[in-house]
């Protein structure tokens, strides 16, 4: 199969508009002449991020066009942190179909903008004509549940189309994230990429968080409330496991509140034994929530992170992507800002040690406020994970 041709590029210029500029053009340049196809763009809600895309598509023209607010980016070994800079990746044309759209509205009932933005991304790929397919997502990461979204786009795609991504951050703000389209930043959207493909596309995560507690089950949930774990209080289960700290675990990071532990989260299992990661955290009113509710009399281990599991789990997921893929070019990652906090002074080394294990293999991704990573089943929205798609 033909390697795709890509070109990154990153730039952390004050304004916006030479900073857009200066990050397409290097990116635009390494594609080595080759007919553009796709512009991903991954920045900073510090930028005017109207005129950081104009600035981006003044030198890519028409190319479709897709991203996110970040809240942080990497690049071939590169860890970009909050606040700081804009990243552009330009995918060639020819190797793969592209067919990208958008949809409002997610926050109001998420569930049909699922639909409506897979729908509209086969649409502007031709429709289902190649063999083989998966579509990248990305969300505004503040705007309701990425888990009914996700069974939306489920809804259309059925089971044969894998689904990789992110929700958007906002620099650790909490203040509000946008995904791009075209010329535009919108709030209360969601974007998504359709890859129509000759071969087999296969998204993969991996986390390294490690179970602490035997299975549980979750007898009552309200929304994203936990209220009862094997009959108890469910707040009250969950600050006896914390409370059993070990030396190596974190704790939370700085400047968040108090209630929300980023060292522990629930391990939602799956079918096949693995667990699916879901952040917790005990709000004011002493209730444990989640950011996307778990499915009453689900199956839960609550679990733990340790650096080295977390840093060993990346190389693991960069050999998972690249196995049986021929002549790779580029790996579009997503990684969850939790895993920053909880990596802390080491949070460049995921970056590194991606970009190692990947060889000639380009890695670019951003820290996001959850991930996509569905192959099979209905669920696939994560917490503290990594996920992939090598093309």
């Not at 600050?239 to 209630?259: K, P």
């Not at 799956?270 to 689900?298: H, N, S, W």
């Not at 579009?332 to 991606?354: N, P, Q, T």
């Amino acid at each position: 199969m033909q390697r795709l041709p890509v070109g990154s590029g990153f730039s952390s210029l004050d304004d916006a508009t030479a900073a857009g500029a200066e990050a397409a053009r290097a990116a635009l340049g390494a594609l080595g002449g080759a007919e553009p196809g796709l512009v991903i763009v991954y920045g900073s809600i510090r930028y005017d991020l109207t005129a950081l895309l104009a600035a981006v598509r003044g030198v890519t023209g028409a190319t479709p066009l897709v991203g996110a607010s970040t809240s942080g980016q990497f690049a071939d070994g590169t860890y970009v942190p909050a606040g700081t800079a804009v990243s552009v990746m330009v995918l060639g044309a020819g190797v793969y179909r592209f067919g990208a759209s958008v949809v409002t509205g997610v926050g109001a009932d998420a569930l049909a903008a699922g639909r409506e933005l897979a729908r509209g991304a086969m649409d502007a790929a031709g429709g289902d004509t190649t063999p083989h397919s998966a579509l990248m997502v990305l969300a505004d990461g503040m705007a309701g549940d990425m888990q009914s979204l996700l069974t939306g786009i489920y809804r259309v795609t059925g089971a044969r189309v894998p689904v990789v991504g992110g929700a958007a951050g906002d620099d650790r703000t909490f203040s509000g994230s946008y995904v791009f389209f075209g010329d535009q930043a919108m709030r209360d959207a969601a974007v998504a990429v359709w890859i129509g493909s000759e071969r087999p596309l296969r998204v993969v995560s991996g986390h390294g968080w490690k179970p602490k507690t035997l299975p549980m089950l979750v007898t009552r949930v309200n929304g994203m409330e936990v209220e009862e774990i094997d009959g108890r209080p469910a707040a009250a289960v969950f600050t006896e496991v914390i409370s059993q700290r070990t030396s190596g675990e974190a704790r939370n990071f700085e400047g968040a509140y108090d209630g929300w532990d980023t060292g522990h989260s629930f391990g939602l299992i799956e079918p096949d034994g693995t667990q699916l990661i879901r952040g917790a955290f005990v709000g004011e009113d002493g209730a444990l929530r989640t950011f996307v509710p778990l499915p009453e009399y689900c199956a839960v281990q609550f679990v733990s992170a340790d650096q080295d599991d977390l840093l060993n789990a990346s190389e693991e997921v960069v050999d998972d992507a690249l196995r049986d893929v021929s002549a790779p070019a580029v790996m579009l990652m997503f990684s969850c800002i939790a895993r920053i906090d909880l990596l802390a002074v080491r949070a460049g080394e995921e970056a590194a040690r991606l970009h190692k294990a990947a060889g000639q293999v380009a890695t670019f991704g951003f820290y996001t406020y959850g991930e996509f990573a569905r192959s099979t089943g209905v669920a696939g929205y994560h917490n503290a994970t990594l996920t992939a798609i090598a093309l």
